[in-house]
């Protein structure tokens, strides 16, 4: 009996203590912008990575925006941080990472986060 009742007591909380979300991330060219550029020298450099944040809640599947909206308000964000107006930049290596959380379907929350390499051309 005493056996039964710890192994029930430690089964409750590892279920307690254990997290409720989904992580995965999308490699792949969402933006269909073509720019060729020649890199014969090394006539660049990496600034660094910029990201941008969205993210939405339901609550019994229902409210928020569509996956799309959400990823247009992340890529605009960083767009945003990167500060392509200052000089000739370009960001490059377009990474997409989505993470659910919560207690679906009674509560989800869902965000995306856009990142990419921030690059200068110099003369």
Known sequence: MKKTNKFM???????GLSSCGVNHSW??????????????????????R????????YALLFGGVKKKQLY??????????????????A?????????LGGAPPFYTKRTLTVSAS??????
């Open 91 to 99: 960001v490059t290596n377009v990474i997409t990472e989505e993470h």
């Open 50 to 57: 910029v990201q941008g944040t969205a993210e939405v809640e």
């Open 27 to 48: 490699i792949l060219n969402q933006n269909q912008n073509q720019t060729q550029v020649h890199l014969g020298d090394r006539n660049f450099k990496t600034l660094g």
């Open 9 to 15: 007591m430690g089964l409750v909380l590892m279920a």
């Open 72 to 89: 247009s308000k992340a890529y605009a964000q960083m767009l945003e941080n990167a500060g392509l107006e200052q000089g000739s930049r």
């Open 118 to 123: 921030l690059v200068e051309f110099t003369d």
